[in-house]
């Protein structure tokens, strides 16, 4: 069974720009999940998708935003890039909520290394 | 607000020895409660997990966790330290409300031969 994969897994952008992320999901999990992950700031909670929909989101800026698609593969977008957006990008899927309910468990994908410069 | 703290960013070991990483939350409801190991360059991996099943969660790895709700705690252990456990360690709250997710700053772990 094939993991969640991300990519590209780098980035290198400049400021101003915007990007966009891509995850897919382990085959059959439909929740997922995206966390930012810095040396200052630590793993900080973007979004949750699940069928489609937002479910939960983080305390980011509206430039930060996402979506998920039919097949559960979801992407994330930062527009106007800026320096302290640099950061290792981690997605994660679960069968059906962030964390896994009950004995579900949540996998994570490497990351997506995102400079910006 | 919703907090998670773990204590000590840096903890060192023997090898074979006790390892015991801290870590409180702060929650009026016992809230999911996860312990994650990160290995450099790569995402993180579910060691265990607290669904207020059983007090005493065992994980993968030979690690186990308890949850104290008196003490709102849940430390991570395991019995006899092996090199291969040399990673960052990260504890985590999911609020049964708003489904939000909240971690630790991490514990890097080191492990003397």
């Known amino acids: 069974k094939a993991g969640v994969t991300q990519t590209p897994r780098y980035l290198i952008k400049t400021r101003g720009q915007q990007v966009t992320l891509s995850c897919s999901p382990i085959s059959g999990h439909r929740s997922v999940s995206w966390y930012q992950q810095t040396p200052g700031q630590g793993l900080q909670f973007l979004f949750e998708y699940f069928s489609e929909t937002q479910r939960n989101k983080g305390n980011f800026p509206g430039r930060f935003s996402g979506r998920q698609f039919s097949n559960s593969r979801s992407e994330m977008n930062v527009s106007t890039l800026e320096l302290g957006d640099s950061a290792l990008y981690l997605c994660?899927?679960?069968?059906?909520?962030?964390?896994?309910?009950?004995?579900?468990?949540?996998?994570f994908g490497p990351g997506t290394r995102l400079l910006v410069l | 607000a919703q907090s998670v703290t773990q204590l000590g960013s840096h903890v060192s070991v023997s090898e074979g020895a006790l390892v015991l990483l801290r870590c409180n939350y702060s929650?009026?409801?016992?809230?999911?409660l996860f312990w994650y190991v990160q290995y450099p360059n790569q995402g993180l991996q579910l060691l265990l997990k607290?669904?207020?099943?059983?007090?005493l969660v065992k994980g993968i790895n030979g690690f186990e966790a308890e949850f104290k709700k008196s003490e709102t705690s849940f430390h991570l252990t395991k019995p006899s330290a092996h090199m291969s456990d040399a990673a960052e360690y990260f504890c985590a709250v999911r609020t049964n409300t708003g489904n939000q997710f909240y971690f630790g700053t991490g514990t890097s772990l080191t492990v003397i031969p």
């Open positions: 929650s009026s409801v016992p809230p999911y």
């Open positions: 607290y669904t207020s099943a059983a007090t």
């Open positions: 994660a899927s679960s069968l059906s909520s962030q964390g896994g309910r009950g004995k579900e468990t949540q996998y």
